[in-house]
């Protein structure tokens, strides 16, 4: 039997592929980690997909890190916003991986 289709975490909007482990309650895997299970989807991350997807929209093309705020946290969001096929993750023109791009990466509207 193949493993299930990878699931993103609702917290970091991070690919979470299928382990053995998990078989028996892959259906109730939402969370990547435990750092991410403790933390959660807050009232706070849904404000900051929303401001987020607002810039975006503004300007067409924004670089990463230079929107105000925490840094992981803008890129936690800008995840969860393309795990949702809300924006595209670029890096030097073309598009990546949001799970596993490291650097400077820019988002736009799909």
């Not at 993103?8 to 750092?35: F, L, M, N």
Request: glycine share 8%; with cysteine; aromatic share 6%.
């Amino acid at each position: 039997m193949p493993a299930p289709e990878p699931k993103t975490c609702a917290s970091c909007g991070r690919t979470i592929t299928w382990r053995k482990s998990w078989a028996a309650d892959w259906d109730q895997v939402r969370w990547c980690s435990g750092a991410c299970r403790r933390r959660g989807y807050r009232a706070a991350d849904r404000e900051l997909d929303s401001l987020l997807l607002a810039a975006v929209g503004r300007v067409r093309r924004l670089p990463l890190a230079g929107v105000d705020g925490d840094r992981e946290e803008v890129r936690r969001a800008a995840r969860r916003l393309a795990a949702a096929g809300r924006v595209r993750w670029i890096q030097t023109g073309r598009p990546v991986d949001p799970s596993t791009a490291r650097g400077d990466v820019e988002i736009t509207l799909v």
